[in-house]
């Protein structure tokens, strides 16, 4: 299995410029997660997925930020515009959910600069 | 809602054992237990579900005591390779739904 693929892995921009972070679960997962990392915050969840239907976007900070998952197969994370502040890692975690705890799977990451 | 964990950073020698905390000031489901190597994600270590729960993988285990709400990692006689930044992980039940949430982690530094 390929586990979970992010891309870009790295993404420099400048401020206010729109990013898009891309994400491909494992294939018969069906719960997706979006999370970014800091030292200052540490591993925040921004938003999770189940069955492609947004169940929790609490963590997203704010109205920049979008996600969608159009399929099973595919996520986005949206950042628009981009701020300085935005620059952090941004993991991609996929699992199978049944109902309950589930052991979750992290893609590489994209490390992103926002200058 | 975040789990704590404790200590913050644990610096050892090759064969030296280390314990690692988590505590909920909520009640706990689960507790996941992922390492991250520098530069690198999280990778799943293990899930306890039920409390009284231990489970151990090579030389790292795990408990997790239900009614103190809080679980710990043992790493015993710790090698090179057990360096990284530890997190425990929980759920926190809403509407239903379980909505995983992290310690602030602990970094383990192995010396030869």
């Known amino acids: 299995d390929a586990g979970v693929i992010q891309s870009p892995r790295h993404e420099v921009t400048e401020m206010g410029q729109e990013v898009t972070l891309r994400c491909k679960p494992i294939?018969?997962?069906?719960?997706l997660f979006w999370y970014r990392q800091t030292m200052m915050r540490g591993l925040e969840l921004l938003i999770y997925f189940n069955n492609n239907v947004p169940i929790d976007d609490s963590g997203m900070p704010e109205d920049r930020f979008s996600a969608k998952m159009p399929n099973a197969s595919f996520s986005t994370l949206k950042i628009q515009p981009s701020e300085p502040r935005d620059s952090a890692v941004y993991f991609c975690a996929s699992s199978f959910s049944g109902t309950g705890s589930y052991e979750q799977y992290f893609g590489p990451g994209t490390r992103l600069t926002v200058t | 809602q975040q789990p704590v964990q404790s200590p913050q950073a644990v610096i050892l020698r090759e064969g030296e054992d280390a314990v690692i905390n988590c505590s909920s000031s909520k009640a706990l489901y689960s507790v996941h237990w992922y390492r991250q190597k520098h530069g690198e994600a999280p990778v799943f270590l293990m899930i306890l579900l039920k409390g009284g729960e231990q489970k151990g993988h090579d030389k790292i285990s795990a408990s997790f005591n239900e009614k103190k709400q809080q679980s710990s990692l043992y790493l015993t006689a710790s090698q090179l390779s057990y360096s990284g930044t530890y997190f425990c992980g929980t759920e926190i039940i809403t509407g239903g739904s379980y909505i995983p949430t992290f310690g602030r982690g602990t970094s383990l530094i192995v010396h030869p």
């Open positions: 294939s018969g997962h069906n719960s």
